[in-house]
């Protein structure tokens, strides 16, 4: 009995010690983190880049409200007309309609769309803004010894991270070896 407590005792303490060993590792490494709203605010580019940004969208949705004003002005004609005309012209002007209204759908989509013109009219814009704010938060994190810098604003997002404590490789390895794949 007195050898299974000593066992439970030891193996109590090892675990007493590695957690304090850990703590002390963990605390050893620096941490910040930065307000990356606060940051974009405060820089009078990113204002002006916001306001370019929000007049050509203001501007461009005003153009794309006219068109369907004109597509719809298109219908209602159409719809005063129908009784009156002939089948093959009926057609041509559902026709014309369609194709309007199809060009109109597809300004849209190039304005507005995923890859579309405020798209990159946006990144074009603020990207370069985002780029000089990733670099000072790198320069100063490795002047001061930071392990990890995060960013509140959205989040718990990672903005820089010491590339000592990247175990990206020894993932790849470990998958590499579970799926028979050499590592690098």
Not at 20 to 38: P, R
Not at 45 to 55: F, G, H, K, R, S
Not at 125 to 152: C, G, M, R, V
Not at 153 to 167: L, T
Request: cysteine-free.
């Amino acid at each position: 009995m007195k050898n299974k407590l000593s066992v439970a005792t030891k193996t109590l303490m090892l675990a007493g010690m590695l957690f304090l060993m850990m703590s002390l590792t963990v605390s050893a490494q620096k941490m910040g983190y930065v307000d990356t709203e606060y940051i974009l605010q405060n820089i009078p580019e990113y204002q002006d880049a916001q306001n370019e940004v929000e007049e050509l969208s203001k501007q461009w949705q005003e153009d794309i409200e006219k068109q369907y004003a004109e597509v719809d002005k298109m219908y209602k004609a159409y719809q005063a007309d129908a009784v009156l005309l002939p089948e093959d012209l009926k057609r041509k002007r559902e026709e014309e309609i369609v194709s309007a209204e199809r060009e109109v759908k597809d300004l849209q989509r190039k304005r507005f769309g995923a890859e579309g013109d405020l798209f990159k009219k946006r990144e074009e814009l603020i990207k370069p803004i985002q780029e000089k704010i990733f670099n000072a938060i790198e320069e100063i994190a490795t002047k001061k010894n930071y392990a990890f810098i995060f960013d509140k604003a959205g989040g718990p997002v990672i903005m820089f991270v010491d590339s000592k404590y990247d175990i990206s490789d020894e993932v790849l390895e470990q998958i590499g070896s579970i799926m028979g794949v050499r590592g690098k």
